[in-house]
């Protein structure tokens, strides 16, 4: 019997686990200098000022929110094939939640749908509101397009990078990367091990702003900060001058973090080889005529590979035929605006490039470690499925 095939998994090498161990043989667990080097390791990976690691993608999302000012009176506005994180950390800050449809190709935003929402939504101008568009799958969501939109209406930007280390796409020659933060006041990254690389759980805010970084990290640590101590007499001292969390990411975890960084190019590589096995693999009949393939370029960092059924119905039978044989895969995402939680509070929303990726998609194993044979035993069971579906 041949083994499951998870549609993603953590890849962990001898020199992780020596990482990891150096750290537990240390005096430093947590707030060690750890932290410090995998942060300065992001940023130069990355390509910005400060990063910021903190305990999960989900704080991250959080932080940045709240470090830029999001409160009871600010609009968030996602997409709504995301993962509920991204929605949710606007409503921890008791502000309001918008949707902005995708595109039904390609499951990002649509910019077309951002411009229409904010001229037909009522939001208070002397609040921060935001947009958080989705690099969803590893493909580079519209920064420079979102941003110059967003400047029209008075709105910032977070990157929710969450898929996308390494993705990058071209426009007039010039190159953008996901995380560097050339069009938006902060990216996040999660370390979640299903992500391109991993801390067991994990999350970082890249900025390229000194300040906003500041405010996070203090905000990370319950908002409590140690001034300086004036006349030298109370060295102990601190204080909390605003209501933070405790967000900190371990020593123990930063150490996996700094290793596994050292091999996200390798990583990618292998992401995108398997992507293109796939793309060869799959793109003709019998295949093409019950689901069609992502859209690949070549700065795709290929978090997950989402296929897409013609015919409805499809995809959930796909999905219990692979099952069966012990391949999983999963459906990224049901819209946020379906959860019962968003229904409760929102009503019934339905936009129709969300729903048209919802219904159609479907995510197949692809991560580093997957090997060339098990790869083709996906490709047969596609095969075979696509021989009793025809
Ligand atoms: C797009 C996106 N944003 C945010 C998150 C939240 O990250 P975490 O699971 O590390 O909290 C995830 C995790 O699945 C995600 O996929």
């Keep these: 019997m041949s083994k499951d095939i998870p549609y993603s998994r953590q890849w962990i090498e001898e020199q992780d686990i020596q990482s990891v161990v ?54 968030g506005l996602v997409p709504p094939i995301t993962f509920a994180a991204t929605a949710n950390a606007f409503l921890f800050l008791n502000a309001e ?15 077309e749908n951002l ?27 519209p920064l420079g397009e979102s941003a110059k939109i967003s400047r029209r209406f008075g ?28 069009h938006t006041q902060a990216a996040i990254l999660s370390f979640h091990p299903v992500k391109h690389i991993c801390c ?16 996070i990290v203090h905000l990370r640590s319950h908002g409590i900060a140690r001034p300086n101590d004036p006349d030298g007499t109370r060295p102990w001292f601190y204080e909390q001058t605003e209501l933070g969390w405790n967000y900190r990411l371990t020593d123990i975890q930063s150490a996996l973090g700094i290793s596994q960084l050292a091999r996200l190019d390798q990583f990618l590589e292998r992401r995108r ?20 393939l992502p859209l690949a370029n070549p700065g795709h960092a290929w978090h997950l590979y989402v296929i897409r059924f013609h015919k409805t119905g499809q995809r959930d039978k796909a999905h219990l035929f692979l099952k069966e044989r012990g391949i999983h895969t999963q459906i990224h995402y049901v819209p946020i605006y379906r959860h019962p939680y968003y229904e409760r509070h929102f009503g019934k ?24 044979s098990e790869q083709d035993r996906v490709i047969e069971t596609l095969a075979d499925y696509a021989e009793q579906a025809t």
């Design 22 to 75: 150096q750290v537990l043989k240390s005096d430093y667990l947590t707030q060690g200098p750890a932290g410090e080097v995998f942060e300065r390791s992001l940023a130069t990976y990355f390509g910005v000022k400060r990063a910021v690691v903190c305990s999960t993608g989900t704080a991250a999302l959080h932080l940045a929110y709240a470090g830029m000012g999001v409160n009871e009176k600010s609009l």
């Design 97 to 111: 939640v918008a949707f902005c449809d995708v595109d039904p190709v390609t499951g990002l935003l649509a910019t």
């Design 115 to 141: 411009e229409s929402v904010m001229q037909e939504r009522s939001f208070d101008s002397s609040a921060v509101n935001l947009v958080a568009p989705v690099s969803f799958a590893g493909a580079l969501a």
């Design 155 to 182: 709105f910032s930007l977070v990157e929710d990078a969450a898929h996308s280390p390494g993705a990058w796409s071209e426009d007039g020659g010039t190159r953008e990367r996901s995380g560097a933060c050339d």
């Design 200 to 215: 067991g759980e994990g999350g970082a805010v890249l900025t390229n702003d000194e300040e906003l970084a500041d405010r």
């Design 273 to 292: 080889v398997l992507a293109s096995r796939y793309q060869n693999s799959l793109s003709t009949a019998p295949f093409s005529d019950i689901f069609s």
């Design 349 to 372: 929303i339905r936009l129709p490039g969300a729903e048209t990726f919802y219904e159609s998609c479907l995510s197949i194993p692809l991560f580093p470690k997957m090997t060339d």
